[in-house]
């Protein structure tokens, strides 16, 4: 079974910081682009980041410039989002998805597989 499996969400004080999990399994994923994105309540959920498996090329949200980044290891088939100086504003359901383009993009749309999520919460 090909699945997406997101988990590290939970509640940390502003400035804080935090380390998401994507584990994706069932096939090889060496074509794909991994994307995070996010969604707070009553938002429409939007790109944060993401990163191609196999040239490390990786893009950002201005949101989140120099504050996220996206390493992945290849040996356990997981890319990670490690979030720094959380605010508030970085609160929502993040989820992890593929898209089997090797190179980046933006858009929900264009990312076919997509994990379960998993909450953050940032208090101020």
């Known amino acids: 079974q090909v699945q997406l499996v997101e988990s590290g969400g939970g509640l940390v004080q502003a400035g804080g910081s935090l380390r998401l999990s994507c584990a994706a399994s069932?096939?090889?994923?060496?074509?794909?682009?991994i994307g995070w994105f996010r969604q707070a309540p009553g938002k429409e959920r939007e790109f944060v980041a993401a990163i191609t498996w196999s040239l490390s090329s990786t893009s950002y949200a201005d949101s989140v410039k120099d504050r996220f980044t996206i390493p992945r290891d290849n040996a356990k088939n997981t890319v990670y989002l490690q979030m720094n100086n959380l605010k508030p504003e970085d609160t929502g359901v993040y989820y992890c998805?593929?898209?089997?383009?090797?190179?980046?993009?933006?858009?929900?749309?264009?990312?076919?597989?997509w994990g379960q999520g998993t909450q953050v919460t940032v208090s101020s």
């Open positions: 069932g096939r090889t994923f060496s074509l794909s682009t």
């Open positions: 998805a593929e898209r089997q383009q090797w190179f980046v993009a933006k858009y929900d749309y264009q990312y076919s597989l």
